[in-house]
């Protein structure tokens, strides 16, 4: 044991190692990750192919004869003519799909080595991953500790120090969330204040804080010292307003490449899913800026998932309450004469096989079914019932969280407006997906570089370091007494001044989690939780009341 004991001690990036450990777990083991990871470059490539096809392999002239013949149409010569801007495109596609082959090489080597942690340390077998709770493997991870020290600093390890490590970068940013640091809501034309924060503006955030070259932390676990200074807080600031200027430079030369990958990405996704389920687009989905705002400190995804799908029900039936009267008799009638026109063009193709290869037919019954099931989603169910303060106490049992304007107040138009912000149709995510690589670069000009001497501020005032897990977001320490907020708990528990305190009780709720996710099993926690958030909102809502 003692030569296997060798191989695991004191591993240089813990937080890569706990990380894979826990992705290795939630994921199924090697062989799942492994396939997937495999398809994943065959479905990019295969994408890359697909549209260099038919941008120069089809004589679409061909294809507009009265008898076409589509082996007639294709002519593989044309590749040896691809030439400007799919030029381009083909081979900035290369270079992309040659780097995610050497990541894949890599994430392979590394995930052979936790399959043999898996098997020599922890003593599971690859069959039994999907039989076991996380907390299981988290318990044997801590017992190891005592036979192969993972971490040379500590004798021994907690579940906060995992959690710390695993969930370093998204502390910080779920505490930025928290407490308005970093931009997530923005002023559009005719749209006027709305949440924007897409998966392109996020991935820029956190190379500007966590992985640029430029960025604050030297490597995930250490921020560098000069940001601890507060004497250099003007200039680091300067020095970081200016590397975000670079960055949306180099986002503004990018766009067009990422915004035409994006749209025939979801075109090849999601066409076939339209066309097949005309509603997908009218179903709901939590929004990113949600997923931040709603999260726990340290909370895992598999726990954070959890948590959201049991609100999905009462907040979709939320949202559903509210519609308008008068859109309500036009989409009736609207589905009215859209489903007779659709049936009858249904049943003659079926009579006559033959009207399905007609002139406009197969378009116009797709179109008439979107149109028949948008009508639908828009016609409330006749057993509803308006009871939105109801359900919005049964979303939040979940979430955990809503702003402080919320409160008694869920049948008002602000408050669904803004809940319609974070759990939002999957038709507007797509939207919001697409246009991101065109409004990226100036979101980050005109605003995100303004914001540099508050991100330096940020870290300086709330890094920690921590006895063998290194510098953290001082909020995922869930201290109360720091960062405890009076509405929240009694007179004299927490001492921290306005500007330390985390806003909607989320040092209060992420520590009370934390405790329940370690100590019970996922009944139990979820009843432990409801309880004392309802008994901490009615507390709070109290203190409100005297004050006024």
Not at 95 to 102: I, P, V
Not at 384 to 406: G, I, N, R
Not at 479 to 501: C, L, Y
Not at 518 to 530: D, E, H, I, Q
Request: net charge neutral; with cysteine.
């Amino acid at each position: 044991m003692s030569h296997d004991s060798n191989k695991w001690n004191q591993i240089l990036n813990l937080d890569d190692f706990f990380t894979r450990i826990y992705n290795y777990h939630q994921n199924n083991g090697f062989w799942c990750m492994f396939i997937n990871d495999m398809l994943q470059l065959v479905q990019f490539a295969f994408v890359v192919f697909f549209v260099v096809f038919l941008s120069c392999c089809i004589d679409y002239d061909k294809l507009g004869l009265s008898d076409p013949s589509i082996s007639d149409a294709i002519d593989w010569s044309g590749l040896s003519r691809i030439h400007g801007f799919v030029a381009l495109l083909a081979i900035i596609a290369i270079f992309y799909w040659s780097w995610k082959c050497f990541k894949f090489i890599w994430n392979t080597t590394k995930y052979s080595e936790i399959k043999l942690f898996y098997k020599d340390v922890l003593k599971i077998n690859e069959d039994d991953i999907s039989n076991l709770d996380w907390l299981e493997v988290q318990s044997k991870l801590i017992e190891s500790q005592k036979e192969v020290q993972l971490c040379l600093h500590k004798e021994n390890l907690t579940e906060l120090d995992i959690s710390n490590r695993i969930m370093r970068t998204v502390n910080y940013k779920v505490a930025m969330i928290n407490k308005n640091v970093l931009p997530y809501s923005f002023q559009f034309p005719l749209l006027g204040q709305r949440v924007f924060l897409s998966k392109v503006l996020m991935a820029n955030l956190e190379f500007i804080i966590f992985t640029g070259p430029w960025a604050p932390f030297k490597n995930s676990w250490k921020l560098d010292e000069r940001y601890k200074k507060r004497e250099l807080r003007e200039v680091l600031a300067e020095r970081l307003s200016k590397y975000i200027t670079y960055l949306a430079f180099f986002n503004f030369l990018l766009m067009p490449f990422i915004f035409i990958w994006q749209f025939i990405f979801h075109l090849v996704h999601y066409a076939e899913i339209v066309k097949r389920e005309p509603g997908f687009l009218g179903v709901r989905m939590w929004s990113l800026y949600s997923r931040h705002f709603l999260r726990h400190y340290n909370e895992l995804n598999h726990e954070f998932d959890a948590r959201l799908k049991r609100a999905y029900i009462p907040a979709n039936k939320y949202l559903n309450l509210f519609t308008s009267p008068m859109l309500v008799i036009i989409a009736k009638n609207i589905g009215f004469f859209a489903g007779a026109i659709l049936l009858v063009l249904v049943t003659l193709t079926l009579i006559n096989e033959e009207l399905l290869f007609a002139d406009n037919i197969p378009l116009a019954i797709t179109v008439l079914g979107i149109t028949v099931s948008v009508c639908r989603a828009l016609i409330p169910d006749v057993n509803q019932v308006f009871c939105p303060e109801a359900l919005m106490k049964e979303v939040l049992q979940h979430t955990h969280y809503q702003p402080d304007s919320w409160h008694n107040a869920a049948h008002l138009p602000h408050v669904r407006q803004q809940f319609s912000q974070m759990f939002f149709f999957k038709g507007v995510y797509l939207a919001e997906e697409l246009i991101s690589p065109l409004l990226t670069p100036f979101i980050l000009y005109f605003n995100v570089r303004h914001r540099a001497l508050d991100f330096v501020d940020f870290l300086r005032n709330y890094t920690v370091n921590v006895v063998g897990v290194g510098d953290v977001c001082s909020f995922s320490q869930m201290d109360i007494k720091r960062h405890g907020n009076p509405d929240w708990m009694s007179f004299g528990m927490t001492t921290g001044a306005q500007v330390e305190q985390a806003e909607h009780g989320k040092t209060e709720l992420s520590s009370l989690t934390s405790v329940s996710e370690t100590r019970t099993g996922n009944l139990m926690r979820m009843k432990l939780c409801t309880s004392v958030l309802l008994e901490l909102w009615q507390n709070k809502t109290v203190k409100e009341r005297h004050r006024t």
